[in-house]
């Protein structure tokens, strides 16, 4: 048995940077969504993005968990109930890079090219996110498969994206997704 | 006035003699490597994998002197050495004697090109550091004088 959070932030990275559904396993809704490995890489160290020490090198296309709060879920929960459903907060940031000094840093997706690019930071920023909301929001690609457990229910976003400008060339984009999920009451979720 | 670029070499050999004697006295506890690593795709991706690394390590042993310091948090930092408190350190190195006949270096091996598939770092072992080593990165390059380079590096996530 691992820790609750560690089984639901490795689904959001699975989804995010492994490649979850990509190979059609979840369907074609699924497949539609998920996000091909290599677009976007997971912090180095686990270190938060906005840690002005992050490399340079690691930070274009760089996601990072970052959970915000936990709450019971508003519906009707008795203590004694199984499941328990819950409902946490968690932020998903993502990183960009610009400036013409940082071209050689871009990790480039399709048909982007770094001397284009490199000036639409807010655009890319904001396209990221809305790239990670398609999957993230997709039942099957949350919910599918292996059943988990603690099992996602929902992730769905609050509020909007936010861009934020770092300077030296560093923009990060926050959004913030409830996501709901039930626990087995008999389990002690013990890391 | 021409440029006299054979005195200019002749200095940078005299002042490598200087580096080196000062090496050999033992005064110079640091040892300061400039590593390079090679990826086969964009570093941190999942798929990526290290493709080869070069170790540079500089000989003379160069000067090494804290240029103050800023505080800082690393995800992966080592506390261990400051009892917990996490300081991002800033070291001054050099003067390094710019390439000559008898050795030195070029500001393109002391500072090599950046890319999405390469992480440079600066790995810093000695008295003042962890065991085995801290790692660095570079924030500044003065080569503005004629025989020498001296750079500055920070400490980075580990």
Not at chain 1, 155 to 171: H, K, N, Y
Not at chain 2, 19 to 41: D, F, K, L, P, Q
Not at chain 2, 80 to 98: K, N
Request: net charge negative; with cysteine; aromatic share 6%.
């Amino acid at each position: 048995m691992t820790s609750a959070f560690a089984a639901l932030e490795d689904r959001l990275y699975d989804i995010m940077i492994n490649g979850r559904g990509v190979n059609g396993a979840l369907g074609s809704d699924a497949l539609a969504k998920s996000i091909p490995v290599g677009r976007f890489r997971q912090a180095r160290m686990n270190a938060p993005l906005r840690d002005t020490t992050y490399p340079s090198v690691d930070f274009d296309r760089a996601v990072f968990v970052e959970w915000l709060a936990d709450a019971d879920d508003p519906t009707i929960n008795n203590p004694i109930d199984n499941p328990q459903h819950r409902e946490a907060r968690v932020a998903i940031c993502n990183a960009v890079t610009y400036g013409n000094a940082v071209t050689d840093f871009l990790v480039l997706a399709g048909t982007e090219v770094a001397a284009t690019v490199i000036d639409q930071p807010r655009q890319r920023a904001l396209n990221d996110s809305a790239r990670i909301q398609r999957a993230l929001g997709n039942p099957d690609l949350l919910r599918g498969g292996t059943p988990l457990d603690p099992a996602p229910l929902a992730c769905v976003r609050e509020g909007g994206t936010t861009l934020e400008d770092m300077g030296a060339g560093r923009m990060l984009a926050t959004t913030v997704y409830a996501l709901r999920y039930q626990m087995d009451n008999a389990t002690a979720y013990d890391p | 006035m021409a440029d006299n670029l054979a005195a200019r070499l002749a200095h940078r050999n005299a002042a490598l003699t200087g580096r080196r004697a000062a090496e050999r006295t033992g005064v110079r506890s640091v040892s300061v490597s400039v590593i390079t690593e090679t990826w086969s795709g964009p570093t941190q991706v999942s798929t990526s994998t290290l493709a080869s690394t070069s170790t540079l390590v500089l000989s003379p042993r160069p000067k090494v002197v804290p240029a103050g310091e800023e505080p800082g948090y690393f995800g992966g930092g080592n506390s261990a050495i400051s009892g917990g408190r996490l300081i991002a350190g800033t070291y001054r190195i050099g003067p390094i004697t710019l390439a000559t006949t008898g050795g030195g270096y070029t500001v393109d091996q002391l500072s090599p090109p950046g890319a999405s598939n390469t992480r440079i770092y600066y790995f810093l072992a000695g008295d003042e550091f962890s065991d085995g080593g801290e790692r660095f990165e570079l924030t500044d390059v003065d080569a503005s004088r004629p025989h020498q380079v001296t750079l500055t590096v920070r400490r980075t996530a580990q």
